[in-house]
């Protein structure tokens, strides 16, 4: 069984900056596709970014292109989400997502095997 703890949401001001944490309990992390996911309230979960097991090619939704990074330490066994110039339509339960020797370019919740509880984002105008 996977788990998956995310850290390092709170509330931070338009245009800062926040860093979040995955840290995975399973053997052969490097053998994980993990992704970031998102769900703002009234609204449906959606994908964010996510960083592919081997080759950590990584992925990104047009909505934080050129603002979020997403990079992985496998000796940690850890994913991290550097959110920057952040905007109050970034507010949401940010959740990480894990899945076995997936290599595909499509990302959905059905692709995902296993989710961590997730972490606020607050972002204030």
């Known amino acids: 069984q996977v788990q998956l703890v995310e850290s390092g949401g709170g509330l931070v001001q338009a245009g800062g900056s926040l860093r979040l944490s995955c840290a995975a309990s399973v053997r052969s992390f490097i053998s994980y596709t993990v992704g970031w996911f998102r769900q703002a309230p009234g609204k449906e979960r959606e994908f964010v970014t996510a960083?592919?097991?081997?080759?950590?090619?990584?992925y990104y939704a047009d909505s934080v292109k050129g603002r979020f990074t997403i990079s992985r330490d496998n000796a940690k066994n850890t994913v991290y989400l550097q959110m920057n110039s952040l905007k109050p339509e970034d507010t949401a339960v940010y959740y990480c997502a894990a899945t076995s020797y997936y290599s595909g370019t499509y990302f959905t919740i059905n692709v995902m095997d296993y989710w961590g509880k997730g972490t606020l984002v607050t972002v204030s105008s």
């Open positions: 960083i592919r097991w081997g080759y950590d090619a990584t």
